[in-house]
C-alpha cells in the first residue's frame, strides 16, 4: 500500500480510475519475470 494514504481514499482513487478490486483467499503470490521471480506470501 502506498504510505500514508488510508484504504478508503486509495479505493475512491481506484474507482476513479476505472479499477475494480477483488479479494481472493490466497496463500502465496507468484511473480514471475524472464531473470527474476517474486514470492509473496
Avoid at 13 to 39: N, Q, Y
Amino acid at each position: 500500500m502506498m504510505p500514508n494514504m488510508d484504504p478508503r481514499s486509495l479505493k475512491r482513487m481506484m474507482d476513479s480510475m476505472g479499477m475494480k478490486t477483488t479479494e481472493i483467499p490466497a496463500l502465496r503470490v507468484i511473480i514471475e519475470g524472464k531473470e527474476r521471480s517474486f514470492i509473496i506470501e
